[in-house]
């Protein structure tokens, strides 16, 4: 097995050589982590006794992460006395997620597909659970997505992602190094929030977040309303976004695409296909859909593209009686 394809993880004294489940490490990896401390590093720059050949001495780190380590009997058990330990474990991000909100997809496609650890920390809104005390030492604004690299807490999914790409080094399309290209991809991020943010969000709360809460469909009207508000926005991102080319900025996928077509997700989970009669749009979702990979895309949306189960989420009664007077206010 070459070291490139394993990951240490600390056991007693002992620490384990585990296979890499992604399967190889991400070229970042040598460069960017730096050890936690410095006696580690400067301790040996030879492979420890027993470890399998392969991969280089210095800068190396390797990353030790409980959901992604496989079962302990698959792997051989490696003993590095504290003397010999060269290889630096890195802080491993932590992402606070909820899969139900599009910002935090667009963080999570993100940090998959640029193969990016991180530990995944749920947040279930509907169970309330950024209320709790837990979440509010993380972040006191209460919502999600939020980073936490070491004691580097950063919250805004669009701020996150722009941390990750220069932390990362990703590939440079997300987010192109050439100024008008790159203002272009900020031009994007700044319009959707009050556009097509703000439309996609309201149509999953008047249909089917509201009425778990208040217990009852909220009227047509107000739908039609919020349904209007966001086609206008929708057109506006294929007349002044879109125009004709592959993807928003050019011919190359962007952030600007991924958090675009997150939040034309959200809607499809009220049961509204808000792309339908919209063939240039439906194109350039299959092609980001393509670019980002099926399944990753698929395995992003699984829970928003389910409505029936969503419908069917029973809100604990105390978190509905917090909730539901702001949510008639809403609604008046
Ligand atoms: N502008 C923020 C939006 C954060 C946000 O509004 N998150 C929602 C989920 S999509 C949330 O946590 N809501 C909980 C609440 O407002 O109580 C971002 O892009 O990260």
Not at 211 to 222: C, M, N, R
């Amino acid at each position: 097995m070459h070291v490139a394809q394993c990951l240490w993880q600390q056991k007693g004294p002992h620490w384990l050589l585990l296979p890499h489940p992604l399967g190889s490490i991400p070229p970042w990896i040598r460069r960017d982590v730096k050890p936690p401390n410095p006696s580690h590093h400067e301790s040996s720059h030879s492979l420890p006794k027993g470890c399998p050949p392969g991969g280089s001495g210095k800068g190396l780190a390797w990353l030790a992460m409980g959901p992604l380590v496989p079962s302990a009997n698959q792997m051989p058990e490696v003993s590095v006395g504290s003397t010999h330990l060269w290889l630096v474990l890195a802080m491993v991000l932590e992402l606070y997620l909820d899969l139900l909100s599009q910002p935090c997809r667009a963080v999570y496609i993100f940090a998959k597909k640029n193969n990016i650890p991180f530990m995944m920390k749920p947040v279930e809104m509907l169970k309330g659970q950024h209320f709790t005390e837990e979440f509010n030492k993380v972040n006191i604004l209460r919502k999600v997505p939020v980073l936490k690299d070491g004691d580097f807490i950063l919250e805004e999914s669009t701020a996150i992602l722009l941390y990750l790409t220069r932390k990362y080094n990703t590939p440079s399309y997300w987010y192109p190094p050439d100024m008008k290209k790159r203002a272009r991809v900020d031009e994007y991020l700044a319009w959707q929030i009050s556009t097509i943010r703000a439309g996609t969000s309201k149509i999953l709360w008047l249909k089917v977040v509201i009425p778990l809460f208040v217990g009852h469909q909220v009227s047509p009207e107000k739908l039609y309303e919020a349904m209007e508000e966001l086609n206008l926005a929708i057109q506006k991102l294929e007349d002044k976004f879109l125009q004709d080319k592959p993807f928003l900025i050019g011919p190359e996928i962007s952030l600007a695409d991924l958090v675009a077509i997150v939040e034309l997700m959200q809607p499809l989970g009220a049961g509204c296909d808000i792309l339908e009669g919209r063939p240039k749009l439906q194109e350039w979702r299959k092609r980001v859909e393509l670019t980002l990979g099926k399944d990753l895309f698929m395995e992003a949306h699984n829970r928003i593209l389910n409505p029936q189960e969503l419908k069917s989420i029973i809100i604990d009664p105390p978190l509905k009686a917090q909730m539901k007077p702001l949510l008639l206010k809403m609604l008046k």
